[in-house]
């Protein structure tokens, strides 16, 4: 399959372990900072978004949370299984553009 | 199945030989888009199109060309490839007002020697 990122930080954790993976962002002015998952061989997958003007959202198993002061947006995984294995990579949206800017991502891998 | 295709999977090729990627989805989406992916680097956006005949320049579109003529078809176009675009390719497609949902399609290996 396709994959790339050999030399990605990595983040290891138990099977059952809450997962949390971090990202600094750089542009101020983004509306929307955008969370996907990527694994071995495919393409990158949508997980959740959270707007500008909040600090949590969360979903099914997994919760955004932005911290605008320090420029810092982290992607809490409970109860991590294998099969959340992959490459994550966090994404902002430009204020005013139809565009996203990737960051270079985190490989998760799940120990049994 | 709602799907983003894209062809050739893989492909190697050398310097100055024109290529085309195809990509096609069939969810009706307005929004389409070209990644490259390099180590380290994750994501780069090449160029995007809002809808037919609107297509506009991403972070590193020196080198390629695109069209979008339909609204399922967004075919990445390599004039003259060169080594440094040796990468694997991504297409994405999305419903305008929803840019941040994108699917993605397989990806292209791409080998320039």
């Known amino acids: 399959g396709e994959s790339v990122g050999l030399h990605l930080p990595t983040l290891s954790v138990q099977e059952g372990d809450n997962s949390i993976i971090n990202c600094a962002y750089s542009?101020?002015?983004?509306?929307?900072f955008i969370w996907y998952k990527q694994e071995s061989g495919k393409g990158p997958q949508f997980i959740i978004d959270?707007?500008?003007?909040?600090d949590k959202r969360q979903g099914q198993r997994v919760t955004v949370l932005l911290n605008k002061t320090v420029k810092h947006l982290s992607l809490q995984i409970a109860a991590t299984q294998p099969g959340d294995s992959a490459v994550y990579f966090c994404?902002?949206?430009?204020?005013?553009?139809?565009?996203?800017?990737f960051g270079a991502g985190t490989r998760l891998a799940v120990h049994p | 199945e709602a799907q983003v295709t894209q062809n050739p999977r893989y492909l190697i090729t050398v310097t100055g030989k024109k290529l085309t990627v195809t990509c096609s989805q069939n969810?009706?989406?307005?929004?389409m888009s070209w990644y490259r992916q390099d180590p380290g680097l994750g994501l780069r956006q090449i160029y995007y199109s809002m809808n037919v005949e609107v297509t506009d320049k991403g972070d590193v579109p020196e080198g390629y060309k695109v069209s979008r003529k339909e609204k399922r078809n967004f075919p990445l176009i390599l004039e003259s490839p060169s080594p440094n675009q040796t990468s694997l390719y991504f297409c994405a497609s999305s419903f305008a007002d929803r840019v941040n949902t994108q699917y993605f399609g397989p990806g292209t290996r791409l080998t320039v020697l």
């Open positions: 969810m009706n989406h307005e929004y």
């Open positions: 542009n101020s002015a983004s509306d929307y």
């Open positions: 959270i707007r500008s003007n909040m």
């Open positions: 994404a902002e949206r430009p204020g005013g553009y139809n565009k996203l800017i």
